[in-house]
């Protein structure tokens, strides 16, 4: 069982910096692909950025350029830097794992193959 914890969201005006943070326990090893997810009313929880086994990361177009993921194995986390914030960006992010061998594109856009989910921490850009 692995478990996730999510931190460091919050609110923030356009154009803003933040950075999330996922603390990971439990039975995970290196050998588990992570990710970033995003969702808001309405609409389907979308990938924002994972990496996979490899340590290959692939990001939303719409993300790329602004947020980086980053993974430290030794420390069991995973961090999201998000700058240059727009009000679009606004959702509840959530921190997710899993033990599959897939590419990073294919984990980006299919969510289901990720076993774990932390609880989700909101992130609010104001205009």
């Known amino acids: 069982q692995v478990h996730l914890v999510e931190s460091g969201g919050g609110s923030v005006q356009a154009e803003g910096s933040m950075r999330l943070s996922c603390a990971a326990s439990?039975?995970?090893?290196?050998?588990?692909?992570m990710g970033w997810f995003r969702q808001t009313p309405g609409k389907e929880r979308e990938g924002v950025a994972v990496?996979?086994?490899?340590?290959?990361?692939t990001y939303a177009d719409s993300v790329k350029g602004r947020f980086t993921i980053s993974k430290d194995s030794a420390k069991n986390t995973l961090d999201l830097q998000l700058n240059n914030l727009k009000p679009e960006d606004s959702g509840i992010y959530y921190c997710?794992?899993?033990?599959?061998?897939?590419?990073?594109?294919?984990?980006?856009?299919?969510?289901?193959?990720?076993?774990?989910w932390g609880q989700g921490t909101q992130v609010t850009v104001s205009s």
């Open positions: 997710a794992a899993g033990d599959g061998q897939y590419v990073s594109w294919y984990l980006l856009r299919t969510p289901n193959v990720f076993k774990y």
């Open positions: 990496i996979d086994t490899d340590d290959s990361s």
């Open positions: 439990g039975a995970i090893t290196r050998n588990y692909c």
